[in-house]
């Protein structure tokens, strides 16, 4: 079944921009290894063409190739010969809760309570520079990513979308760095979250909070957006945080 090749929205022309000089297979790796987790890149999504994919990467094609390689070691991309054929982004698996479990331990509550600073002075930015550059007609993919949240059924895709979310909110606000560092920092945490995702009420609370950062960008109103965007991500923090010393 062929898959809808998506439109490039801010996000996805960042993951696309030309990597950084030092250590370019790398730089690749992470670059389209972290947007393919974050599910800004679509399942059986089939990637442009070598040539293509090089040039707007601003690599060669022979580490694009290592790049490649690399991500189909990891089990993100397969690559398929013959008519029709070419790289297609492979969805992994999120790991049980046990796992989740696990790795969360391995964070202390100080490492947890820094990351959710960086995440919240990363959101809040976004949000306020969002609501200064943002015409509202430049909203409807967040629309579309709040509701998809709102209709997410399990704790996997909910916590995918909820990181989505704040990348595309870093996209709004027309600066690339800082949606490649969202994207970095969903990676990070973003299966983290799915532990606190099964709750359907909390999945209620975080859907709203979206829709209610949407309006304050929508208005204009920057420093609200700021604050709601803010908080929303320091409550998800502070609800691992929680679950860290539950442990």
């Known amino acids: 079944m062929a898959v809808k090749q998506p439109t490039d929205g801010g996000a996805r022309r960042a993951?696309?921009?030309?990597?950084?000089?030092?250590?370019?297979?790398?730089?690749?790796?992470?670059?389209?290894?972290?947007?393919?987790?974050?599910?800004l890149l679509a399942d059986g999504e089939q990637l442009p063409g070598e040539s293509e994919l090089a040039g707007r990467l601003g690599v060669s094609?022979?580490?694009?190739?290592?790049?490649?390689?690399?991500?189909?070691?990891?089990?993100?991309?397969?690559?398929?010969?013959?008519?029709?054929?070419g790289?297609?982004?492979?969805?992994?698996?999120?790991?049980?809760?046990?796992?989740?479990?696990?790795?969360?331990?391995?964070?202390?509550?100080?490492?947890?309570?820094?990351?959710?600073?960086?995440?919240?002075?990363?959101?809040?930015?976004a949000a306020r520079l969002a609501a200064d550059r943002t015409e509202s007609g430049d909203l409807a993919q967040l629309r579309r990513t709040?509701?998809?949240?709102?209709?997410?059924?399990?704790?996997?895709?909910?916590?995918?979308?909820?990181g989505r979310f704040h990348?595309?909110?870093a996209a709004a606000a027309q600066s690339a760095r800082l949606t490649r560092e969202q994207v970095a920092l969903q990676r990070e945490i973003g299966a983290l979250l799915c532990l606190v995702f099964g709750d359907d009420a909390y999945r209620e609370e975080v859907?709203?909070?979206?829709?209610?950062?949407?309006?304050?960008?929508?208005?204009?109103?920057?420093?609200t957006a700021r604050t709601l965007a803010e908080r929303c991500v320091q409550d998800s923090a502070a609800r691992l945080i929680a679950l860290r010393m539950s442990l």
């Open 15 to 39: 993951v696309f921009a030309p990597v950084d000089n030092r250590a370019r297979v790398e730089a690749v790796v992470h670059r389209l290894g972290d947007a393919i987790e974050l599910g």
């Open 61 to 85: 094609t022979v580490t694009l190739r290592e790049a490649l390689m690399a991500l189909r070691q990891q089990g993100l991309v397969t690559t398929r010969r013959g008519r029709g054929g």
């Open 87 to 125: 790289s297609f982004v492979s969805l992994p698996d999120v790991p049980g809760e046990e796992r989740l479990r696990v790795r969360l331990r391995g964070w202390s509550t100080e490492e947890l309570r820094d990351l959710g600073d960086h995440w919240a002075a990363l959101s809040g930015t």
């Open 146 to 162: 709040a509701q998809e949240l709102a209709s997410a059924e399990n704790a996997a895709a909910r916590s995918r979308v909820y």
């Open 167 to 169: 990348v595309e909110l």
């Open 207 to 223: 859907a709203d909070r979206h829709r209610s950062v949407i309006s304050a960008v929508q208005d204009g109103a920057h420093e």
